[in-house]
T-cell receptor, first 114, second 115 residues
Framework: DTEVTQTPKHLVMGMTNKKSLKCEQH?????MYWYKQKAKKPPELMFV???????INESVPSRFSPECPNSSLLNLHLHALQPEDSALYLC?????????????FGPGTRLTVT | AQSVTQLDSQVPVFEEAPVELRCNYS??????LFWYVQYPNQGLQLLLK??????LVKGINGFEAEFNKSQTSFHLRKPSVHISDTAEYFC?????????????FGKGTRLHILP
């Protein structure tokens, strides 16, 4: 199984809402990533978890809060977002947080903030 | 800091014709290099990667790339494209010396297959 799953596929939320994005993998990978991708742009790294510990936070605003409950799951909690946060949010995983390892991406959650 | 330049934002090519997507990286250190593909409404998928060894790297779906250290390039090629190759292609680089470093993506090249 080389699949990374993400739920929901689409999410529309108001600026005062609280919502969560979920990501799951069962490949035994020990590193998991959140990326943000705007239309016609490359993915931008947000967070990296390595062995369930946050290892990289790319100066992401605190309205985005990641959580790694166990080695297979990764959540992204959203609160008080802005319209400019509308984007495709991609989750990825790899064997470890070493740059030579291939990252496996999920299909993404398309988020619209109204 | 690492950077990646994909010279073409869009490449139109006729079906069954060859294609080359260009990628140059800017680094004074050794690097790992990757090509990822993103089909419409999907996540990214690895096409191929160069870690070490032979400079000609073969990937999935008939793609290959050649690492050229003197020209700091890693161009992607396919001898005959199909309509199913329509997608966004991202070249990416990471620092071999700093193995925990993140991967830096280029801006992407949209491959548009003409019938």
């Amino acid at each position: 199984d080389t699949e990374v799953t993400q739920t929901p596929k689409h999410l529309v939320m108001g600026m005062t809402n609280k919502k969560s994005l979920k990501c799951e993998q069962h490949m035994g990978h020990r590193a998991m990533y959140w990326y943000k991708q705007k239309a016609k742009k490359p993915p931008e790294l947000m967070f990296v978890y390595s062995y369930e510990k946050l290892s990289i936070n790319e100066s992401v605003p605190s309205r985005f809060s990641p959580e790694c409950p166990n080695s297979s799951l990764l959540n992204l909690h959203l609160h008080a977002l802005q319209p400019e946060d509308s984007a495709l949010y991609l989750c990825a995983s790899s064997q470890g947080a070493v740059s030579s390892y291939e990252q496996y991406f999920g299909p993404g959650t398309r988020l619209t903030v109204t | 800091a690492q950077s990646v330049t994909q010279l073409d934002s869009q490449v139109p090519v006729f079906e069954e014709a060859p294609v080359e997507l260009r990628c140059n990286y800017s680094s004074s250190v050794s690097v790992y290099l990757f090509w990822y593909v993103q089909y419409p409404n999907q996540g990214l998928q690895l096409l191929l990667k160069y870690l070490s060894g032979s400079t000609l790297v073969k990937g999935i779906n008939g793609f290959e790339a050649e690492f050229n250290k003197s020209q700091t390039s890693f161009h992607l090629r396919k001898p005959s494209v199909h309509i199913s190759d329509t997608a966004e292609y991202f070249c990416a680089v990471s620092d071999r010396e700093n193995r925990d470093d993140k991967i830096i993506f280029g801006k992407g090249t949209r491959l548009h297959i003409l019938p």
